[in-house]
């Protein structure tokens, strides 16, 4: 693929919020008062302030059904140096897992996150393992300095809509 191709991809990428089904979103191991809502909506995660923060230990398991079929081309998942993620996992349409069972499915992509990374620079993602997506189930396994307490700040997807065939719009030729 040459550059130019790649920047118009990167062009026509953007901020999947809007396309969250909230009625279905969870994280699991969420400390109360540092919900994900902190690190995904809009207006929150541009606080520097709030943040979603592990509880019991460093894991996370969170997952985000959308309202229309989506193709993930890269997410950004900002985190403090120290408390910030570092092994990422990411499933697509694996509905109901838990933290017994998420090591029972091979992920769709795995990132191991760097100081950049953590700072906004996004991951991009192997593409043709996103194409089809209803929801993304996002494991977070472990932090950078192996802390208890696993902080995100940020957390933003990039991607673009599947185009859909209107079947009503589609008009039946007729025998003759």
């Excluded at 019991?56 to 229309?68: G, V």
């Excluded at 932090?143 to 696993?150: A, G, P, V």
Aim: glycine share 6%.
């Amino acid at each position: 693929m040459s550059a130019e191709s790649a920047s118009a991809l990167q062009r026509s990428q953007v901020d999947l919020l809007d396309l969250v089904d909230w009625t279905g979103v969870e994280c699991l191991n969420q400390n109360s008062s540092h919900s994900l809502p902190n690190a995904l909506k809009q207006g929150y995660r541009e606080d520097e302030g709030l943040n979603l923060e592990s509880d019991a230990d460093e894991q996370l398991l969170i997952y985000i059904p959308f309202n229309q079929v989506i193709k993930l081309h890269s997410i950004v998942i900002k985190g403090p140096e120290e408390e910030g993620p570092k092994t990422v996992k990411l499933f697509t349409n694996k509905e109901h897992m838990g933290f017994s069972n998420v090591n029972d499915f091979p992920p769709s992509d795995t990132a191991v996150l760097s100081a950049d990374n953590l700072k906004g620079k996004p991951v991009v993602l192997k593409y043709v393992k996103f194409q089809n997506v209803r929801s993304l189930t996002i494991f977070i396994e472990d932090n950078q300095s192996d802390s208890d307490i696993t902080k995100v700040q940020k957390l933003v997807l990039y991607g673009t809509t599947v185009e859909t065939t209107d079947m009503k719009g589609l008009k039946k030729i007729e025998d003759h």
